[in-house]
């Protein structure tokens, strides 16, 4: 079946979930190193719509609304034994503007890693107009839904990224479950702004670096992978509505035991 069955499913499915799996176990993302964050997440997006296209004769899957593009072997689900000696961390970037994906993100996520709760999710800034500058109204909505996972103990902490000291310290007073940390892109200042740094002092805010770029993977780019990988498909029809990347680290040790990326994207046949 092959390249010609996942085109087939994907033409019949409205949506698309991937799944990497262990990127540490597998060697996705090894060749270029070091690679940049797009460049990662799309070489492991690539390899796993490749490597699930060629088998999927052999799962004789059929014909399915929600379609689940993952590498069976790669998927490591924690030892629940061993759950407390590991933190678990995620990053999400939604692409579509749709606060509603941070909890079909941090549902997967869970269930694909066989935990109850994330200890700790950070969200990148939703994209935004050209033009248009990011304000608390943009984010509430986002915000407010990070704090009912947070509620529904989906979620130990939240946390922001590339928020200046005035927007941080807006969201700070709004929130009823305020940032625990902000992610600050060193790309675009050397240093840490001193008011930032002075601010998240004062409230207990971790200040932590990126190299993310704005977007880690626009439509077009996610279309063109789709495109390399199963021939023929209708790539433009698939709009990505979030990705999310995370980590799984030893306490003890401080080291990744478990990262991955998890994704998922609608067919827009209009």
């Known amino acids: 079946m092959g390249t010609r069955g996942a085109r087939a499913l994907l033409e019949r499915a409205g949506t698309l979930n991937l799944q990497t799996g262990n990127l540490l176990s597998w060697g996705c993302g090894r060749k270029k190193c070091p690679a940049t964050p797009s460049e990662e997440v ?30 069976a072997q790669a998927v490591e689900k924690m030892n629940p034994e061993e759950r407390d000696e590991l933190k678990v961390t995620a990053k999400l970037f939604i692409v579509g503007s749709n606060s509603s994906s941070i909890r079909d993100a941090v549902d997967m996520a869970c269930s694909s890693l066989g935990v109850a709760q994330l200890d700790s999710v950070i969200i990148a800034p939703p994209p935004i107009e050209d033009g248009t500058n990011l304000s608390l109204e943009y984010l509430q909505p986002y915000w407010q839904e990070l704090e009912t996972l947070v509620e529904n103990k989906k979620i130990v902490a939240i946390g922001t990224s590339d928020l200046d000291k005035t927007l941080l310290e807006q969201l700070y007073v709004w929130a009823q479950v305020k940032p625990s940390s902000n992610q600050v892109n060193l790309a675009s200042c050397c240093v840490m702004p001193p008011d930032l740094t002075a601010f998240a002092k004062q409230f207990d805010i971790q200040l932590l670096t990126h190299n993310d770029p704005k977007e880690l993977l626009c439509e077009a780019s996610f279309q063109e992978v789709l495109q390399e990988s199963i021939q023929n498909v209708k790539a433009r029809e698939w709009i ?4 999310l990347r995370y980590s799984v680290i030893v306490k003890s040790r401080g080291i990744i035991k478990s990262k991955g990326y998890i994704m998922q994207a609608k067919r827009n046949a209009s």
Not at 50 to 67: C, F, H, I, P, R
Not at 240 to 243: A, D, E, M, N, Q
């Open 42 to 71: 799309r070489d492991c997006i690539q390899k796993t719509l490749t490597e699930w296209s060629s088998k999927v004769g052999d799962q004789n899957q059929e014909m399915a609304e929600v379609l689940e593009c993952t590498i």
């Open 240 to 243: 990505p509505l979030w990705i």
